[in-house]
């Protein structure tokens, strides 16, 4: 079993929906929480940053973190076809970020 | 604009070759990372550097090793290429404790044939 679930869509979204994407985890050292979105033929880019639990929220963008269930969301709203790449989660166990855990990430699709 | 740069874009290489696949960051950044991207499978980590001359294993280093004699430079170096090692692979560049502070490279391609 990997350490880190992510389903890999594709999600498929008409322009203005709200997307849900969610990832859960094995390993209750993880205590930093990471959204990436990736662009195709580009490299992963930060997108949403948080540690422990919690939510986050930046713009259209809503990172929550439930460690209890371990289990991880990212809420994209008012979505905009520009939104469409893969996104991925990421986590790490201590600060030095050393060792980044991730899941398969996945590929979203928001339609005008 | 800072980034991390890698030297190739595409790469089509026969088995059993040696494989020299190069990244350079501007950011004056400690830490640089090799990761391999495959489908479903997400990113996972093959070497990482947090200093010149220095390295870890991450977790798939077999097939790998790497070489960062300047602090800008990390090479990812495949010592005989095989067909399982056809990826994408991806160059990060980070500093020392910010575990949220990762800049990618856009990726190199490999294809083993």
């Known amino acids: 079993q990997k350490e880190v679930e992510q389903d890999p869509g594709p999600l498929s979204v008409p322009e203005g929906a709200i997307v849900s994407l969610n990832c859960t985890y094995s390993?209750?050292?993880?205590?930093?929480f990471m959204w990436y979105r990736q662009y195709s033929r580009k490299g992963p880019e930060l997108l949403m940053y948080?540690?422990?639990?919690g939510n986050k929220e930046d713009g259209r963008f809503t990172a929550q973190v439930d460690k209890s269930s371990k289990y991880i969301s990212l809420f994209i709203r008012d979505s905009q076809p520009s939104d469409s790449a893969t996104y991925l989660c990421a986590m790490s166990a201590d600060a030095a970020g050393n060792k980044l855990t991730f899941g398969g990430g996945t590929r979203v699709l928001v339609k005008p | 604009d800072v980034k991390v740069t890698q030297s190739s874009r595409y790469l089509v290489k026969r088995t059993g070759e040696k494989v020299f696949l190069e990244c350079v960051q501007d950011m004056d950044h400690e830490n640089m990372f090799w990761y391999r991207q495959d489908p479903g499978l997400g990113l996972r980590l093959i070497y990482f550097s947090y200093d010149v001359k220095m390295k870890e294993k991450g977790d798939i280093p077999e097939g790998y090793s790497v070489s960062r004699e300047k602090k800008e430079r990390f090479s990812l170096i495949l010592e005989s290429a095989s067909t399982n090692q056809t990826s994408m692979y991806l160059c990060?560049?980070?500093?020392?404790?910010?575990?949220?502070?990762?800049?990618f490279g856009s990726g190199t391609r490999l294809t083993v044939v």
């Open positions: 948080t540690y422990s639990s």
């Open positions: 390993n209750s050292a993880f205590q930093y």
């Open positions: 990060a560049s980070s500093l020392q404790d910010r575990v949220a502070g990762y800049t």
